[in-house]
């Protein structure tokens, strides 16, 4: 009974922050950051079965930044997620490096690199 309720706030939280529609002619996604928060942790649940081959780059590069947000975003955090964090940070942006190799990477990404230490520093 505990667990229905826990889902049943969950859905709410994510109703009220559902994610905006993706229009597939562009190259960015819309909305604000909570919605697509959301969409970030429920795209496995839409898609993940669709996924042919787990090891695809694209399908593993979203995974990469899903467990990054996950951290980035945890109520707290050992030392260990902490370096964790740091390494998935760095596997991420060399793989989106070479899989979207004329993309540039623009300042937030740079600030990615940054969020470990200063989760260190300041705590989640």
């Not at 009974?1 to 229009?23: G, H, T």
């Not at 819309?30 to 697509?36: K, L, W």
């Not at 839409?46 to 899903?66: F, M, P, Q, S, T």
């Amino acid at each position: 009974m505990v667990f229905i309720r826990l889902l049943e706030q969950a859905y709410q939280a994510d109703a009220a922050n559902k994610p905006s529609p993706i229009n597939l002619k562009g190259d960015c996604l819309g909305g604000h950051a909570v919605q697509n928060w959301c969409l970030l942790r429920m795209l496995t649940l839409l898609v993940g079965d669709k996924v042919n081959d787990a090891n695809e780059e694209v399908w593993r590069l979203y995974l990469l930044l899903k467990c990054i947000v996950k951290l980035i975003c945890s109520k707290c955090i050992t030392e260990s997620q902490i370096a964790y964090m740091h390494v998935l940070v760095e596997d991420h942006l060399h793989l989106r490096s070479i899989i979207f190799p004329h993309v540039n990477l623009r300042p937030k990404h740079h600030y990615l690199l940054h969020y470990a230490s200063l989760t260190a520093k300041f705590g989640p």
